[in-house]
């Protein structure tokens, strides 16, 4: 019925509902009072006429980005289109709003690196204490260390590449940082891929030796790992220890939640918090309190996991205050309320192409309101 809904309300906008489809609608428009004021949103801002081909899941995306830009002319009429052909494609049929670190690898101690803040350089810091600005380099070799050469590839990502017979000492450890607003994809040099969000970084080794490969992340990262039994892949988080030998899943360990999450696709993975140990599958999401150090594993929805590795935010059924740490990390804004925290909860999925001021307006609700004032939001209700 949510793939059905958006469709609907479509039809009922170009006036092109059948019978069935207008009882249907008129009993989704009276349910409820978010309901209406969907619909009406929608309406008034929505001109662009979605084929029946359109609505498939697995072309919504596509077409809605390639006949949708923003021109000066037409301030703000996509925005409902954009949010709402992504819920589509998402499984969400609307927006809803309701009231309702040092750590020990073994073999010597890796300490995080704070993220540099108010930048919006990518900055890699090689283990000689040099910074290299990624934004600013050329296509090419990068750097050089310890036989390993890293290079920038014409997508942006830079990886490592490494002669094992070559090796000389121990290897040392480069930090890789993404600013607020900025996503980054890293090879590392076992051929590990690792997609970085905005606001985070990684500390990891010129080059893997001894039993394990052992990266620290703070923030939030998406890993392939490449397939290797003999050693085992670590990625340690705020405490916590996540080992792989081969898969694809996602961390989010961001300093200022209360909670990690680690959310895996394919293969398994082992968890360790403290004394606490779980075995991970496919489809799963492990959820650890930062405050009591209590494990929630759950089944959840592996897409939506990710979908910021897909330039979108989602939201379910989530607080504000979870909903403004996102907004400050992308648009590296900090924010500020006045009085109390809102208590109402909001649900959709947002583009995070789309400006601050055209995702604050889909934010808001008749109780709460922003007010941007240069790298500020106020947030009044």
Excluded: C
Excluded at 195 to 220: H, I, Q
Excluded at 335 to 355: S, T
């Amino acid at each position: 019925m949510l793939k059905m809904e958006f469709k609907i309300i479509i039809a009922k906008i170009n006036d092109t509902l059948s019978p069935e489809e207008e009882s249907i609608f008129d009993t989704w428009y009276k349910e409820s009072a978010s309901h209406r004021e969907y619909f009406e949103k929608v309406k008034e801002n929505y001109q662009i006429e979605i084929t029946e081909a359109e609505l498939d899941l697995n072309k919504a995306w596509q077409a809605v980005d390639k006949r949708i830009s923003p021109k000066k002319s037409r301030k703000s009429y996509y925005k409902y289109a954009i949010a709402a052909s992504v819920a589509l494609l998402l499984g969400i049929g609307y927006f809803t709003v309701t009231k309702t670190n040092v750590i020990d690898s073994g073999k010597e101690t890796i300490e995080t690196e704070e993220i540099i803040q108010n930048s919006n350089d990518i900055v890699l810091t090689l283990s000689d204490g040099s910074k290299v600005i990624l934004n600013d380099q050329k296509n090419g070799v990068v750097a050089s260390q310890q036989s390993v050469v890293i290079t920038k590839d014409k997508d942006g990502s830079i990886r490592y590449d490494e002669n094992n017979d070559q090796h000389t000492g121990k290897p040392t450890y480069n930090t890789l940082i993404t600013p607020n607003g900025k996503t980054f994809q890293i090879a590392l040099p076992d051929g590990t891929n690792v997609w970085m969000n905005a606001g985070s970084s990684l500390k990891y080794p010129t080059y893997f030796d001894g039993n394990e490969r052992s990266v620290v992340l703070t923030g939030e990262a998406y890993f392939e790992v490449s397939h290797n039994e003999k050693m085992p892949f670590k990625v340690f988080s705020n405490g916590q220890q996540v080992e792989v030998l081969g898969t694809h899943f996602n961390i989010r360990a961001y300093e200022n939640e209360p909670v990690l999450k680690t959310t895996l696709l394919e293969g398994k993975i082992k968890i360790t918090e403290g004394e606490n140990s779980s075995l991970v599958k496919p489809g799963q999401q492990v959820k650890v309190s930062l405050t009591n150090h209590s494990m929630k594993i759950a089944e959840v929805n592996i897409e939506l996991a990710i979908a910021w590795k897909n330039r979108l935010f989602y939201f379910e059924n989530a607080k504000y205050d979870e909903i403004m740490r996102e907004i400050e990390r992308w648009y590296d804004v900090k924010v500020i309320y006045k009085g109390k925290i809102p208590d109402e909860r909001f649900q959709g999925a947002i583009q995070k192409d789309l400006k601050l001021n055209q995702v604050l307006k889909m934010l808001e609700s008749k109780d709460v309101h922003f007010k941007v004032s240069g790298k500020e939001v106020l947030v009044t209700q």
